[in-house]
C-alpha cells in the first residue's frame, strides 16, 4: 500500500488548508484511514481518522470544530480540511492506512506533507 500525502504549505494563523493522501490501496474502501501529525522536537501525535464507509470519525480535542476528516472512495483519496489554523498546528503531517473497515493502529504510512503556520 501507498499512501500519497499533499496540499501543506504556508498559511497565516486564521487561515484554511486541505490536505489530500492518495492511496494504492485496493480495494481503498476496506482500509480505515488517518491523519497524524509531528512538530519539531514531539513526538507523533493522532488529528484524525475515518471509518471505510466515513460513517465513523475521530478527531482529536486539539483540533475539534476546526479540523474534517473526510473520504471519496470512488478517488481513492481521504482529506483533511484544516481551518482556522493555529501556530501550534504547524507540523509534519502524515496520513495512515489500516486494513479494517474501523480505525486502530495504523498499518501503513504515507510520506508526510509539511504545514507551516504563521503570525
Known amino acids: 500500500v501507498q499512501l500519497q500525502a499533499s496540499g501543506g504549505g504556508f498559511v497565516q494563523a486564521g487561515g484554511s488548508l486541505r490536505l489530500s493522501c492518495s492511496a494504492s490501496?485496493?480495494?481503498?474502501?476496506?482500509?480505515?484511514m488517518g491523519w497524524f501529525r509531528q512538530a519539531p522536537g514531539q513526538e507523533r501525535e493522532f488529528v484524525a481518522a475515518?471509518?471505510?464507509?466515513?460513517?465513523?470519525?475521530h478527531v482529536a480535542d486539539s483540533v475539534k470544530g476546526r479540523f474534517t476528516i473526510s473520504r471519496l472512495n470512488a478517488k481513492n483519496t481521504v482529506y483533511l480540511q484544516m481551518n482556522s489554523l493555529k501556530l501550534e498546528d504547524t507540523a509534519v503531517y502524515y496520513c495512515?492506512?489500516?486494513?479494517?473497515?474501523?480505525?486502530?493502529?495504523?498499518?501503513?504510512w504515507g510520506q508526510g506533507t509539511k504545514v507551516t503556520v504563521s503570525s
Open positions: 495512515a492506512a489500516r486494513r479494517d473497515p474501523a480505525w486502530g493502529p495504523p498499518d501503513y
Open positions: 490501496a485496493p480495494p481503498f474502501s476496506r482500509y480505515a
Open positions: 475515518i471509518s471505510w464507509s466515513g460513517g465513523s470519525t
